[in-house]
Protein backbone atom coordinates (compact mmCIF):
# COMPACT_ATOMS: atom_id res chain seq x y z
CA UNK A 1 0.00 0.00 0.00
CA UNK A 2 2.79 1.92 0.53
CA UNK A 3 3.98 2.04 -3.41
CA UNK A 4 0.78 3.90 -4.27
CA UNK A 5 1.88 7.44 -2.50
CA UNK A 6 5.17 6.68 -4.18
CA UNK A 7 4.09 6.30 -7.72
CA UNK A 8 1.44 8.94 -7.10
CA UNK A 9 4.43 11.46 -6.32
CA UNK A 10 6.38 10.29 -9.16
CA UNK A 11 3.30 10.56 -11.14
CA UNK A 12 3.31 14.22 -10.00
CA UNK A 13 6.65 15.39 -10.96
CA UNK A 14 6.15 13.82 -14.06
CA UNK A 15 3.52 15.55 -15.34
CA UNK A 16 5.15 18.75 -13.69
CA UNK A 17 8.17 18.41 -15.61
CA UNK A 18 5.73 17.52 -19.14
CA UNK A 19 4.30 20.45 -18.58
CA UNK A 20 7.14 22.68 -18.08
CA UNK A 21 8.77 21.50 -21.20
CA UNK A 22 6.42 22.90 -23.42
CA UNK A 23 5.54 26.16 -21.42
CA UNK A 24 8.98 26.83 -21.04
CA UNK A 25 10.04 26.67 -25.06
CA UNK A 26 6.18 28.36 -26.19
CA UNK A 27 7.83 31.57 -23.61
CA UNK A 28 10.69 31.70 -25.50
CA UNK A 29 9.26 31.50 -28.57
CA UNK A 30 6.94 34.37 -27.84
CA UNK A 31 9.52 36.77 -26.54
CA UNK A 32 11.25 36.23 -29.97
CA UNK A 33 8.38 37.10 -32.17
CA UNK A 34 8.20 40.26 -29.70
CA UNK A 35 11.47 40.94 -30.33
CA UNK A 36 11.17 44.66 -32.02
CA UNK A 37 14.76 44.37 -33.54
CA UNK A 38 15.90 40.98 -35.19
CA UNK A 39 13.00 39.01 -35.69
CA UNK A 40 13.56 35.18 -34.52
CA UNK A 41 16.07 36.33 -31.74
CA UNK A 42 15.58 36.17 -28.02
CA UNK A 43 17.17 38.95 -26.09
CA UNK A 44 18.66 37.28 -22.52
CA UNK A 45 19.22 38.34 -19.22
CA UNK A 46 20.83 36.14 -16.25
CA UNK A 47 17.66 34.94 -15.40
CA UNK A 48 16.43 34.19 -18.63
CA UNK A 49 19.72 32.62 -19.27
CA UNK A 50 19.74 30.07 -16.20
CA UNK A 51 15.39 29.17 -17.52
CA UNK A 52 17.00 28.27 -21.09
CA UNK A 53 19.94 26.20 -20.34
CA UNK A 54 18.49 24.58 -17.64
CA UNK A 55 17.48 21.04 -18.17
CA UNK A 56 16.14 19.09 -19.15
CA UNK A 57 15.48 20.92 -22.71
CA UNK A 58 13.81 19.54 -25.41
CA UNK A 59 14.65 22.49 -28.00
CA UNK A 60 18.22 23.69 -29.40
CA UNK A 61 19.26 26.98 -28.43
CA UNK A 62 22.17 29.08 -29.77
CA UNK A 63 23.43 31.96 -27.50
CA UNK A 64 25.79 34.60 -28.80
CA UNK A 65 27.55 35.94 -26.10
CA UNK A 66 28.46 39.37 -26.93
CA UNK A 67 29.37 43.25 -25.79
CA UNK A 68 28.07 45.49 -28.47
CA UNK A 69 28.14 48.50 -25.71
CA UNK A 70 30.49 51.25 -27.06
CA UNK A 71 32.15 51.45 -23.67
CA UNK A 72 34.04 48.24 -24.55
CA UNK A 73 35.04 49.07 -28.38
CA UNK A 74 34.10 45.43 -29.28
CA UNK A 75 34.67 46.03 -33.08
CA UNK A 76 34.54 42.33 -33.97
CA UNK A 77 31.17 41.87 -32.03
CA UNK A 78 29.31 44.54 -33.77
CA UNK A 79 30.55 43.08 -37.15
CA UNK A 80 29.50 39.73 -36.13
CA UNK A 81 26.38 40.65 -34.66
CA UNK A 82 24.76 41.55 -38.53
CA UNK A 83 25.77 37.85 -39.34
CA UNK A 84 24.19 36.22 -36.54
CA UNK A 85 21.01 38.11 -36.72
CA UNK A 86 21.11 37.20 -40.75
CA UNK A 87 21.40 33.48 -39.81
CA UNK A 88 18.18 34.29 -36.88
CA UNK A 89 16.20 35.71 -39.35
CA UNK A 90 16.17 33.35 -42.23
CA UNK A 91 15.79 30.96 -39.96
CA UNK A 92 12.83 32.69 -38.74
CA UNK A 93 11.12 33.69 -41.55
CA UNK A 94 11.26 29.49 -43.01
CA UNK A 95 10.15 28.45 -39.49
CA UNK A 96 7.92 30.72 -38.27
CA UNK A 97 7.55 28.34 -34.77
CA UNK A 98 10.92 28.33 -34.88
CA UNK A 99 10.66 24.04 -34.97
CA UNK A 100 13.08 23.74 -32.04
CA UNK A 101 15.18 25.92 -32.65
CA UNK A 102 16.04 29.24 -30.42
CA UNK A 103 18.14 31.90 -31.45
CA UNK A 104 19.33 34.29 -27.96
CA UNK A 105 21.83 37.19 -27.34
CA UNK A 106 23.25 37.84 -24.21
CA UNK A 107 24.69 40.98 -23.82
CA UNK A 108 27.57 41.77 -21.39
CA UNK A 109 25.35 44.45 -19.61
CA UNK A 110 22.38 42.21 -19.37
CA UNK A 111 24.78 39.27 -18.01
CA UNK A 112 27.69 39.82 -15.98
CA UNK A 113 26.91 37.83 -13.75
CA UNK A 114 26.86 34.62 -16.66
CA UNK A 115 29.90 35.68 -17.62
CA UNK A 116 31.62 35.36 -14.67
CA UNK A 117 30.48 32.39 -13.98
CA UNK A 118 31.25 30.98 -17.29
CA UNK A 119 34.94 32.85 -17.03
CA UNK A 120 34.38 34.16 -20.21
CA UNK A 121 36.91 37.61 -20.56
CA UNK A 122 36.31 38.18 -24.25
CA UNK A 123 33.60 38.19 -27.06
CA UNK A 124 32.20 37.58 -29.10
CA UNK A 125 31.50 33.90 -28.38
CA UNK A 126 28.58 31.45 -29.94
CA UNK A 127 27.60 28.53 -27.98
CA UNK A 128 25.07 25.58 -28.87
CA UNK A 129 22.77 24.15 -26.20
CA UNK A 130 21.57 20.79 -27.73
CA UNK A 131 18.48 19.09 -25.97
CA UNK A 132 18.69 16.86 -22.82
CA UNK A 133 17.19 13.58 -24.08
CA UNK A 134 18.75 10.90 -22.09
CA UNK A 135 20.04 13.16 -19.12
CA UNK A 136 23.93 12.37 -19.15
CA UNK A 137 26.56 15.17 -18.15
CA UNK A 138 27.80 14.83 -21.89
CA UNK A 139 24.61 16.56 -23.16
CA UNK A 140 24.56 19.40 -20.69
CA UNK A 141 28.28 20.95 -21.99
CA UNK A 142 27.79 23.21 -24.76
CA UNK A 143 29.26 23.57 -28.15
CA UNK A 144 31.39 26.15 -29.10
CA UNK A 145 31.55 27.49 -32.34
CA UNK A 146 35.29 28.33 -34.02
CA UNK A 147 35.06 31.84 -34.29
CA UNK A 148 36.95 33.31 -37.17
CA UNK A 149 37.53 36.97 -37.26
CA UNK A 150 38.47 37.55 -40.64
CA UNK A 151 35.41 35.41 -42.81
CA UNK A 152 33.62 37.72 -45.03
CA UNK A 153 30.42 35.02 -44.92
CA UNK A 154 30.38 34.75 -41.30
CA UNK A 155 26.63 33.55 -41.62
CA UNK A 156 27.08 30.98 -44.04
CA UNK A 157 29.88 29.65 -41.97
CA UNK A 158 27.38 29.84 -38.58
CA UNK A 159 24.68 28.18 -40.88
CA UNK A 160 27.11 25.50 -42.23
CA UNK A 161 27.95 24.27 -38.40
CA UNK A 162 24.62 24.81 -37.07
CA UNK A 163 23.69 22.18 -40.15
CA UNK A 164 26.43 19.75 -38.72
CA UNK A 165 25.91 19.77 -35.35
CA UNK A 166 22.24 19.67 -34.93
CA UNK A 167 19.24 17.93 -37.09
CA UNK A 168 18.13 21.19 -38.71
CA UNK A 169 18.85 22.14 -42.24
CA UNK A 170 20.09 25.96 -41.80
CA UNK A 171 19.74 27.70 -44.98
CA UNK A 172 20.81 31.61 -45.87
CA UNK A 173 19.80 34.02 -48.05
CA UNK A 174 21.32 37.38 -48.52
CA UNK A 175 18.78 40.44 -49.61
CA UNK A 176 20.03 41.79 -52.54
CA UNK A 177 22.09 44.56 -52.06
CA UNK A 178 20.91 47.79 -54.04
CA UNK A 179 23.97 50.34 -52.82
CA UNK A 180 26.42 47.96 -54.33
CA UNK A 181 24.56 47.61 -57.61
CA UNK A 182 24.02 51.77 -57.66
CA UNK A 183 27.74 52.50 -56.90
CA UNK A 184 28.78 50.21 -59.71
CA UNK A 185 26.72 52.07 -62.52
CA UNK A 186 27.45 54.94 -61.51
CA UNK A 187 30.97 53.72 -61.76
CA UNK A 188 31.13 51.99 -64.72
CA UNK A 189 29.21 55.94 -65.90
CA UNK A 190 31.79 58.09 -64.28
CA UNK A 191 34.81 55.77 -65.58
CA UNK A 192 33.11 55.64 -69.20
CA UNK A 193 32.73 59.46 -69.31
CA UNK A 194 36.16 60.72 -67.34
CA UNK A 195 37.78 58.15 -70.06
CA UNK A 196 35.76 60.43 -73.08
CA UNK A 197 36.65 63.35 -72.22
CA UNK A 198 40.31 62.64 -71.06
CA UNK A 199 40.98 60.61 -74.36
CA UNK A 200 42.33 63.34 -76.57
CA UNK A 201 44.87 64.08 -74.30
CA UNK A 202 45.74 60.33 -73.30
CA UNK A 203 45.50 59.10 -76.97
CA UNK A 204 49.12 60.60 -77.81
CA UNK A 205 50.94 58.85 -74.58
CA UNK A 206 48.93 55.95 -75.11
CA UNK A 207 49.75 55.62 -78.71
CA UNK A 208 53.55 56.45 -77.94
CA UNK A 209 55.54 53.93 -79.44
CA UNK A 210 58.88 55.00 -77.20
CA UNK A 211 56.55 55.12 -74.31
CA UNK A 212 55.76 51.02 -74.68
CA UNK A 213 59.25 50.39 -75.19
CA UNK A 214 61.00 52.06 -72.72
CA UNK A 215 57.80 50.59 -70.23
CA UNK A 216 59.42 46.90 -72.02
CA UNK A 217 62.32 47.57 -71.43
CA UNK A 218 62.07 47.98 -67.61
CA UNK A 219 59.60 44.82 -67.50
CA UNK A 220 62.59 43.28 -68.99
CA UNK A 221 65.28 44.40 -67.41
CA UNK A 222 63.46 44.02 -63.76
CA UNK A 223 62.65 40.32 -64.71
CA UNK A 224 65.59 39.27 -66.13
CA UNK A 225 68.03 40.55 -63.11
CA UNK A 226 66.29 38.90 -60.37
CA UNK A 227 63.38 40.73 -59.08
CA UNK A 228 60.87 38.28 -59.01
CA UNK A 229 63.31 35.78 -57.45
CA UNK A 230 64.02 38.23 -54.68
CA UNK A 231 60.46 38.27 -53.61
CA UNK A 232 59.71 34.73 -53.88
CA UNK A 233 62.57 33.43 -51.90
CA UNK A 234 62.52 37.09 -49.66
CA UNK A 235 66.38 37.08 -50.13
CA UNK A 236 68.75 39.66 -47.48
CA UNK A 237 70.17 43.00 -49.18
CA UNK A 238 73.34 41.89 -48.41
CA UNK A 239 75.59 39.67 -45.84
CA UNK A 240 78.28 39.92 -44.08
CA UNK A 241 81.51 38.06 -45.23
CA UNK A 242 83.72 35.96 -43.48
CA UNK A 243 86.73 38.77 -43.03
CA UNK A 244 84.07 41.42 -41.11
CA UNK A 245 83.27 43.09 -44.67
CA UNK A 246 80.28 43.39 -47.14
CA UNK A 247 79.18 40.46 -49.46
CA UNK A 248 76.79 41.29 -51.92
CA UNK A 249 77.41 38.40 -54.36
CA UNK A 250 76.26 35.03 -53.35
CA UNK A 251 78.09 32.29 -54.68
CA UNK A 252 75.87 29.44 -56.80
CA UNK A 253 73.47 30.48 -59.01
CA UNK A 254 70.66 29.38 -57.33
CA UNK A 255 71.60 32.06 -54.63
CA UNK A 256 71.71 36.04 -54.46
CA UNK A 257 71.31 39.30 -53.05
CA UNK A 258 69.16 41.89 -53.29
CA UNK A 259 72.22 44.37 -53.97
CA UNK A 260 73.41 42.13 -56.29
CA UNK A 261 70.40 42.45 -58.36
CA UNK A 262 70.16 46.12 -58.21
CA UNK A 263 74.19 45.62 -59.66
CA UNK A 264 73.10 43.39 -62.69
CA UNK A 265 70.37 45.36 -63.61
CA UNK A 266 71.96 48.71 -63.75
CA UNK A 267 74.67 46.45 -65.81
CA UNK A 268 72.04 45.37 -68.46
CA UNK A 269 70.37 48.72 -68.83
CA UNK A 270 73.49 50.37 -69.66
CA UNK A 271 74.48 47.61 -71.81
CA UNK A 272 70.89 48.06 -73.71
CA UNK A 273 71.11 52.06 -73.40
CA UNK A 274 74.55 51.64 -75.37
CA UNK A 275 72.85 48.96 -78.16
CA UNK A 276 70.08 51.42 -78.55
CA UNK A 277 72.41 54.13 -78.98
CA UNK A 278 74.77 52.63 -81.82
CA UNK A 279 71.86 51.10 -83.25
CA UNK A 280 69.27 55.05 -83.66
CA UNK A 281 71.57 57.44 -82.59
CA UNK A 282 74.97 56.94 -84.07
CA UNK A 283 73.72 56.98 -87.89
CA UNK A 284 72.44 60.30 -88.04
CA UNK A 285 75.11 61.94 -86.62
CA UNK A 286 76.23 64.15 -89.55
CA UNK A 287 80.03 64.85 -88.31
CA UNK A 288 81.77 61.99 -90.17
CA UNK A 289 84.69 62.45 -86.84
CA UNK A 290 81.94 63.19 -83.87
CA UNK A 291 80.25 59.70 -85.52
CA UNK A 292 83.56 57.70 -85.39
CA UNK A 293 84.62 58.80 -81.99
CA UNK A 294 80.77 58.09 -80.11
CA UNK A 295 81.08 54.88 -81.89
CA UNK A 296 84.06 53.82 -80.55
CA UNK A 297 83.35 55.33 -76.73
CA UNK A 298 80.10 53.49 -76.76
CA UNK A 299 82.13 50.31 -77.84
CA UNK A 300 84.90 50.63 -74.95
CA UNK A 301 81.65 50.96 -73.12
CA UNK A 302 80.40 47.54 -74.26
CA UNK A 303 83.39 46.02 -73.54
CA UNK A 304 83.84 46.80 -70.03
CA UNK A 305 80.57 46.43 -68.89
CA UNK A 306 80.30 43.38 -70.43
CA UNK A 307 83.68 42.08 -68.97
CA UNK A 308 82.88 43.04 -65.60
CA UNK A 309 79.41 40.97 -66.32
CA UNK A 310 81.44 37.62 -66.86
CA UNK A 311 83.72 38.66 -64.10
CA UNK A 312 80.73 38.80 -61.57
CA UNK A 313 79.34 35.17 -63.00
CA UNK A 314 82.89 34.11 -62.17
CA UNK A 315 82.42 35.16 -58.98
CA UNK A 316 79.16 33.40 -58.24
CA UNK A 317 80.85 30.20 -59.64
CA UNK A 318 84.63 29.59 -60.21
CA UNK A 319 83.77 27.01 -62.51
CA UNK A 320 82.24 29.98 -65.27
CA UNK A 321 83.70 29.29 -68.42
CA UNK A 322 83.87 32.54 -70.15
CA UNK A 323 85.29 35.48 -69.53
CA UNK A 324 86.27 38.71 -71.84
CA UNK A 325 89.15 41.29 -70.97
CA UNK A 326 89.61 43.47 -69.89
CA UNK A 327 88.24 42.82 -66.62
CA UNK A 328 88.62 39.41 -65.19
CA UNK A 329 88.07 38.28 -62.06
Not at 281 to 303: D, I
Amino acid sequence: MRLLPLLATVASLLSVTVAQKPHKYTTFTELSASNKGTRGTVILNDQLFNELTLPPRNYTSVVLFTALDPRFGCVLCRDFQGEYDLVASNWFRDHPKHDGLLFTVLDFSDGKATFQKLGMSTAPILMLFPPTTTGSPSEHMPLKYDMNPNDPSAAESVARWLSSQTKHAVKITRPFNYVKLFTLIFGLVGTATLSKLAYPYLAPVMYSRNLWAALSLVAVLLFTSGHMFNHIRKVPYVVQGRNGGVSYIAGGFSNQFGLETQIVAVVYSVLAFATIALCLKMPRMESAGKQKVAVMAWNLVLLVLFSFLMSLFKMKNGSYPFFLPPLIA
